[in-house]
């Protein structure tokens, strides 16, 4: 059974993972040896509970998850999953191999076998397979872990051992199975990467110093050195005048509840927590440049630059795509949709190149998108903008100028997703197209997102399981 506090936490995600648990929300919850229905090698978790909600480790705080089996009408315990996030003296190897010290005891008192510990012994004996989740710093708060599922270990040997302090601790070598796909190991490859000799380097940074940010672009694919020919562009660029946007008269951040005009046409909340997407609507209202509390508030978060490491890369079939050195957050953003907005009035508008972004389903979004207010107790949010209809076509070309966005790929089975994002109020204002994660990425994943809402026709070579051979 997964341990949960047996009262209300202040930690948001343990109040969460609480809630969840009293209305049944989680997935294997049989404990079992081996893999997990439904979680790949390589996955990434943000927090502990996560891990206990879909049945990867069952502990909040335990490193050790174990399960009693019977072998020869004996019942005794052995190890399904550790976690090991550096709070023991762990030595995590080449990413193959981990040593795994034993739980309990403390600075004057040794470690005794039994629990997690005796569990782990008997998977010696037993040879069955264990779970591995890897615990690393988080690079957007270094106080915060990221986890990673790295796949089936098998216990090699165990030994007992005198740590730093001078109490007796077990240590445990676990070995990686071969034959699965990378994933601790991309990141420690990740953490050793000097930009100036990434191998396949062809641009350090592509944006020429126009993002904060620098984004390289790299093949590992062939010889060929060309770069792609464009002017790198960070915004939307209009062929007439368009209307000022009216902004919000705050000084300082603007908080939900308060009296800011953008926060009120939002529905009186943000959209964001923790600059993270958190709610979907049809049109999110931003403050902006025309706003008093620009360019310091809280609810400026998708127009800022890149914030993520992004890389233009070469796939093997379907030329260049993008990918990301740091993990990413469901509801992160990510970047935005930048080139030339096409005016459909005029005749001759070039609509039909590959690198033109139409917004045929602007406004058929869910506004509850990764947020169950019922579940909670709370009141559904009002979104005033739920049936919010741009006033032309949203139509932006990037053959000739744009940024990284123009080099993402489809899949039928994204991980990003675009929003439209208005920097004021003025509803009749040309929106924004900006892309956020999905769900929690992990690093050096392609970022990719559905053409099929952008009005595009072409072969699909994304590889998904759900891929339907062609979009449109």
């Given amino acids: 059974h997964v341990q949960l506090e047996p009262e209300p936490s202040k930690r948001p995600d343990l109040k969460v993972g609480t809630i969840m648990m009293n209305n049944g929300l989680r997935a294997n919850a049989r404990k079992r040896i081996g893999n997990v229905a439904g979680v790949e090698i390589g996955d990434i978790f943000i927090f502990r509970i996560e891990l206990c909600m879909i049945g990867l480790h069952t502990q909040t705080m335990g490193g050790i998850d174990y399960m009693n089996v019977t072998y020869d009408q004996v019942q005794e315990p052995v190890a399904v999953s550790i976690v090991s996030s550096g709070g023991y003296e762990d030595d995590d190897g080449d990413g193959k191999t981990l040593i795994y010290t034993g739980q309990g005891g403390n600075v004057s008192v040794d470690q005794k076998l039994e629990g997690g510990n005796l569990a782990l012994e008997k998977s010696v004996h037993r040879g069955n397979e264990v779970r591995v989740i890897r615990g690393v710093k988080d690079v957007e708060s270094r106080k915060s872990k990221v986890y990673i599922y790295d796949g089936l270990y098998r216990i090699e040997k165990s030994w007992t051992e005198k740590s730093k302090m001078g109490t007796a601790v077990f240590k445990y070598k676990l070995v990686r199975i071969p034959g699965q796909r990378e994933a601790f190991t991309i990141w420690k490859s990740i953490q050793t990467y000097n930009i100036g000799c990434r191998p396949g380097l062809l641009l350090i940074d592509i944006t020429s110093g126009a993002e904060k940010v620098p984004v390289s672009l790299v093949n590992e694919i062939d010889g060929d050195k060309r770069s792609p020919r464009f002017i790198y562009f960070k915004g939307l660029k209009f062929s007439k005048t368009m209307k000022p946007l009216v902004g919000c008269n705050c000084q300082g951040t603007c908080l939900p509840g308060s009296n800011c005009s953008c926060i009120k046409v939002n529905g009186g909340d943000t959209p964001h927590a923790n600059g993270v997407l958190v709610v979907q609507k049809s049109v999110v209202h931003e403050c902006g440049p025309s706003c008093s509390c620009y360019p310091g508030c809280s609810n400026q978060v998708s127009h800022n630059g890149v914030k993520v490491r992004l890389e233009v890369f070469k796939t093997k079939e379907r030329g260049?795509?993008?990918?990301?050195?740091?993990?990413?957050?469901?509801?992160?953003?990510?970047?935005?949709?930048?080139?030339?907005?096409?005016?459909?009035?005029?005749?001759?508008?070039?609509?039909?190149?590959?690198?033109?972004?139409?917004?045929?389903?602007?406004?058929?979004?869910?506004?509850?998108?990764?947020?169950?207010?019922?579940?909670?107790?709370?009141?559904?949010?009002?979104?005033?903008?739920?049936?919010?209809?741009?006033?032309?076509?949203?139509?932006?070309?990037?053959?000739?100028?744009?940024?990284?966005?123009?080099?993402?790929?489809?899949?039928?089975?994204?991980?990003?997703?675009?929003?439209?994002?208005?920097?004021?109020?003025?509803?009749?204002?040309?929106?924004?197209?900006?892309?956020?994660?999905?769900?929690?990425?992990?690093?050096?994943?392609?970022?990719?997102?559905?053409?099929?809402k952008c009005g595009k026709e072409k072969r699909c070579f994304c590889g998904s399981a759900n891929c339907r051979s062609f979009f449109s």
Avoid at 331 to 343: N, P, R, S
Avoid at 363 to 372: H, I, K, L, P, T
Avoid at 385 to 394: G, L
């Fill in 320 to 452: 260049w795509g993008v990918r990301s050195w740091d993990p990413m957050r469901a509801g992160t953003f990510i970047c935005e949709y930048a080139g030339e907005v096409i005016d459909t009035d005029a005749k001759g508008a070039d609509v039909d190149d590959e690198y033109t972004f139409t917004a045929i389903n602007a406004g058929d979004y869910s506004s509850e998108w990764n947020y169950v207010p019922e579940l909670i107790e709370e009141e559904k949010p009002v979104d005033l903008n739920e049936k919010f209809k741009p006033s032309s076509p949203i139509m932006i070309s990037a053959k000739n100028m744009g940024n990284v966005a123009r080099f993402m790929n489809h899949s039928c089975s994204p991980n990003v997703f675009w929003q439209l994002v208005l920097h004021g109020q003025n509803k009749d204002s040309f929106p924004h197209v900006m892309f956020y994660a999905i769900k929690h990425i992990p690093p050096m994943t392609e970022l990719t997102y559905d053409y099929l």
